[in-house]
């Protein structure tokens, strides 16, 4: 190696990072969270960051025996709780590749080849929500930022389209709506417009309408931008009335932002294909690719049907810039964000080494093992299910057992690592909730957990 180079380079130490990543790859872990106490972990880590340095070696050693075991892998295939992950072997791996070629995917001119190839994944979404080929947007780190970049998207196309600054903004959205939303109503300093959902927690364009009705009859005027809808809430799975939606916000020029983090995954699932009309009349929509569609953390599409409002909103401008070709796709433009990795290349990665068959088959058995659970849950007298399931989130109870129960239960099979699942609350109930997203999880595996909750809480 040449002598001028600043940093020593070091083989052995590349070496033994890559074939711990690819071990791990290969033998996976186990769904028990390490965390311990800050200060135990203090303890454990000793002073790393110091003068001297500790080397790469001990760094390592570190990583591998105190900074890892005390954390959760996403990806076990009985981690059910929250919205685990399920990345592929070959997105992981890729990530290790995105890292090594350090591509600035701001701008075209940096990161083209990386733009093209995340763009083809995007129009791939795109065209499942049957948009037009026009349609495209970026990937950002996560749905709350693609939430929230939309929502600023379609604020600027109100104020674009009106004569007067409205009192206050507004955007509509139900309970249900995740909380990313309602922080992205703090962060645009805007109030959101309340709409009662339904029994199974959806928004329906009857109740979207009688909330309009309340404000104004001319609501966008009145400073109403945006309405969200869920395609899959996070608690309960439940997709709203997005037909029903999408024609409220066509009669009264509301951009209509589709929130499907989780949820929309399953446009590639033609089983569920009823649940999708009024997708294709959408304004936005976000999918969190490291959530149900196997891609490693963080990655979101965000998409806009007419991306020219996107870059409307965001696109930033200085001196410095000013070389910056416009006529070209610049990721930067569309979300609050300028620097970025090109964070879709695993998952454009993944999709191109499986096929999107593969991935049409993955997210089918996931439905299909969801249903299975559903029907082993009504079969046992000891268990309630909540409601069937829209998606591949189940909600259900133990009947006779509290909060207390629910928590005691959760906490000893998290500690067994048999099963991760976490109570949550349904109409104030406290209930179980599973969330599937890997194929790999074994029904009977699940079935066997459910024979468990026939005993007491506390084994
Ligand atoms: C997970 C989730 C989000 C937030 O996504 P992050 O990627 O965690 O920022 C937003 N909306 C829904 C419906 C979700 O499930």
């Known amino acids: 190696m040449t002598s001028n180079r600043f940093w020593n380079h070091d083989e052995d130490l590349l070496r033994s990072v890559t074939d711990w990543s690819l071990l791990r790859l290969v033998e996976g872990r186990d769904p028990r969270s390490g965390a311990l106490p800050a200060e135990d972990l203090a303890n454990a880590l000793g002073e790393t960051v110091v003068p001297d340095g500790i080397g790469g070696s001990e760094a390592l050693r570190l990583f591998t025996e105190v900074i890892v075991p005390a954390t959760r892998a996403q990806d076990n295939p009985m981690n059910l709780a929250f919205v685990p992950a399920a990345p592929t072997e070959a997105a992981l791996v890729f990530d290790l590749a995105v890292s090594a070629a350090e591509i600035f995917a701001g701008t075209w001119e940096a990161g083209a080849g990386a ?88 928004m329906t364009g009857h109740a979207l309408t009688e909330a309009l009705e309340e404000v104004s009859d001319d609501p966008l005027a009145a400073g109403v931008f945006a309405v969200v809808v869920s395609f899959g809430t996070t608690n309960a799975g439940v997709v709203d009335d ?68 996107g870059a409307a909103a965001h696109s930033q401008f200085a001196t410095y810039l000013d070389g910056v070709d416009r006529d070209v796709w610049n990721p930067a433009d569309f979300a609050v964000h300028l620097t970025r990795r090109a964070r879709g290349l695993p998952f454009w990665f993944s999709l191109a080494t499986y096929g999107t068959d593969r991935y049409r088959d993955a997210v089918e058995k996931v439905l299909s093992t969801t249903r299975a659970v559903a029907e082993e849950i ?12 829209d998606l591949s989130i189940v909600l259900f109870e133990r009947v006779g057992w509290d909060m207390v129960d629910y928590e005691a239960w959760s906490l000893r099979n998290a500690k067994a690592g048999t099963v991760l699942c976490v109570p949550t609350r349904w109409r104030d109930q406290p209930v179980l909730r599973f969330c599937f997203i890997n194929p790999e999880t074994d029904v009977a595996e699940v079935a066997a957990v459910l024979d468990g909750l026939a005993g007491s809480p506390r084994g």
């Not at 389209?161 to 300093?189: E, G, K, N, Q």
């Not at 965000?302 to 991306?307: A, F, K, Q, S």
């Not at 009504?378 to 399931?389: D, I, K, Y």
């Open 115 to 202: 733009i093209a190839a995340e763009n083809q994944a995007l129009r791939w979404l795109a065209a499942l929500a049957r948009w037009p080929a026009t349609a495209g947007g970026c990937f950002v780190a996560g749905a709350t930022m693609g939430n929230l970049s939309a929502l600023v998207a379609g604020r600027e196309r109100a104020r674009s389209r009106l004569d007067a600054v409205p009192p206050r903004w507004r955007f509509a959205a139900t309970a249900d709506a995740h909380s990313s939303v309602r922080a992205a109503a703090t962060v645009m300093d805007c109030e959101v417009l309340n709409v009662p959902s339904d029994e199974r927690g959806r």
């Open 242 to 309: 997005l037909a029903g939606v999408a024609e409220v916000c066509q009669s009264h020029g509301l951009w209509m932002h589709v929130d499907g983090a989780y949820g929309a995954a399953a446009l590639v699932a033609p089983s569920v294909a009823p649940l999708f009309v009024g997708m294709e009349c959408a304004d936005s929509f976000v999918v969190d690719p490291h959530k149900w569609l196997f891609a490693p953390f963080d990655c979101c599409a965000l998409v806009y049907r007419e991306p020219e409002h």
């Open 378 to 389: 009504q079969t046992r007298s000891h268990l309630r299910l909540v409601m069937e399931p």
